[in-house]
Structure formats: C-alpha cells, structure tokens
DNA sequence: TATTGTTATACTCTATAACTATA
DNA sequence: TATAGTTATAGAGTATAACAATA
C-alpha cells in the first residue's frame, strides 16, 4: 500500500509542558542569542520546505526579493545585506541563474562590479514564493498576537538598519 | 614585522547609508524570518569567536548550559530543547566529554536513556562562558535599549516556550 | 513492536585563502 | 596598489537512514 509512511528511528520529540516550564526557569531561557537560534531555526525548517516546489530556500529567495527591487546591487553588496562572505553570493547566484532566475550584468560605472536582475520569470516566481514565504511567517508566529509581531518587526529592522530610522 | 595584518581579499564591506535606506524600503526588509536570519548571524558570529578561547561555541555552550542548571533530560529532550536532530546531540556531547565538561550517565529510570551531567570542571567553565556570552549580547544589541531589549526577550520566549506564561 | 542512542552519509552553510580582472 | 568577483577547500550545521540495546 502506498500510505506507508517511512520509518524514521531518530524522530523529533516534543517536551511536555511540565518540562518546559523547567527549563524556561533556567538561565540559558533568557539570553537572547539561546532564544533566536531556537525560535527561528524552526521558521527556516517550514519556510524551506514550502519554498522547495518553487525551487528555493530562505537564503536564494531572499536574494531573488532583492534582485526584483529597484535598487540595484552588486554582489559585493549583496554579501553585506545577507550576511555572507561574497565568496558565497558567487554560488548562490550562478544557482538563480541555472534556473533562469536572474541575469547577472556588468556594472557599467564600474567594471569590476556585478549588478544582479531578476528575469519576468523570475519576478512572477517571486510573487508566488512571496504568498508562501507570508504565510510560513504567520504559521511560525501562531504564538504572537499581530501587535506582537509588529513589535518583534520593527525590534529585528532596528538591529538590522539601524540608520534608516525605523 | 608582526603586527601586519592578515590579507582578506574577500572583505565585508559597510552598506552606506543612503543604500541601507533603499533596501529598508524593500519589502523582503519587512519578513521576519529574513531579519532574523540577518540580525542573529553577526551575533552567532561574535559570540562564537568570543568563547573559542573557551573551547566553546554557541552550541555547546547552550548544551553545558543545560547540563549545569538541575533540570536532568535525556539526549533525546535535548534534542528537542536545541532544535537539533537526536544525532546531532551525540557529537556534541562526546565533545564535550572529551573537554572533560560533561559526564553521560545511564538514565535508572530507564536505561534506554543518558543523562548529561555537567562536571565541577564544566559548571567553572561555564561561569565564564556565561559572562563572555552577556558582553556579547549586549554589545550585539546596541542599537536596542534595555527596555527594547526585554520586550524582545519576552517575545522570543513566548515563540520558544509558549506553555510556560511568559 | 516501539523507543533511545548511535553510527554513517550526504547536503547546506560558513569561513578563509588565493587567483583574475579591472580600477 | 587596491577592490570586485571567482574558485577551491575545509569545517560547522542540518537532514535522513539503518542498527543495537532496552522497554
């Protein structure tokens, strides 16, 4: 029959509500690095699991978002927005590329550079991975109310940009 | 001479800020998940090069975080509690074995089981991790107040542990 | 038969160094 | 000489499968 699900011996288990309580006691419950890595490494999960009949994972959609945006970045600053070595920008592109994502153009005020574009094809695949990537966010976020989650949005903008004045 | 500095020819370069406002204004600069990613990988990094003197990094400092504190789980509640696979937890512990940090004790309540105990030399060392991993939080942090810095540790926390009534 | 821990393997992510082309 | 991009490589992080010991 095919409704067999797989075996999977080292399953993820939940913690029981008296457990949690426990260790949300504990010291390490509240540094705040601890409480992000766990908080979002969950999200990432979710969000690249849907985003994989599209093609894409958190970090090539997130690049693709920029490349259908107005402002036009080379790769060298593509690498600061993401938080990556450009070492990586190099692959990760090559990747849009292979899927005819994203042409990569010669910046003409300086030829050393790489200005990356999305394609028409690219930008309606962003539009849907958008839809999704929207919904994984709320689906991780059950826990927060919208106010809360306008909240934790403008706390993440005022880490992440702090010179653009919230 | 000694005090030449190394040659990076892959560098992080700065956003100025005339372009962190235009990506501001971009709408992936308002998905959460991609602000988390942003804003915690210069922390995981900082945190990470700061306890390496301790033989430590983010990971396993979470884990001898645990072991100290008097809440006993099993390998497999550490799984679930740092959102890692149950395969993952072994070479963390093993390593942390080897450092002399923790114990791996069989479970008497069921011997299918290991507690990970953490030792005299372990709860020393984390004394001083956890210090190190404070300064680093809050130096993450800058661009937060106190106040700031506690509403996003409250709401972090009701994401990671909602049964436990903030 | 089901679950815990373990080992093994592969793939993704991250970090660093060296090379090339343009400036 | 300095910077943008590229290539290569190694190590950390993540995901899955199979197996032994115990329940």
Do not use: W
């Amino acid at each position: 029959m095919p409704g067999t699900p797989k075996p999977r011996a080292s399953e993820r288990t939940e913690l029981d509500a008296a457990t949690q309580r426990a260790i949300a006691s504990t010291p390490i419950a509240d540094e705040i690095e601890f409480l992000a890595i766990k908080a979002f490494a969950a999200g990432t999960r979710l969000i690249n699991s849907r985003l994989q009949e599209l093609g894409l994972r958190a970090r090539s959609y997130s690049l693709l978002a920029v490349s259908c945006s107005p402002v036009q970045l080379t790769q060298r600053e593509l690498a600061s927005l993401l938080e990556l070595d450009p070492s990586q920008i190099v692959a990760l592109v090559d990747e849009l590329i292979d899927q005819g994502m994203v042409v990569r153009e010669t910046d003409p005020r300086d030829r050393r550079g790489r200005i990356v574009r999305a394609t028409s094809h690219g930008r309606e695949l962003f539009e849907r991975a958008r839809a999704v990537a929207m919904q994984s966010e709320a689906d991780a976020l059950v826990t927060l109310n919208a106010s809360e989650r306008d909240t934790l949005r403008r706390l993440l903008r005022q880490i992440v940009f702090p010179a653009s004045g919230t």
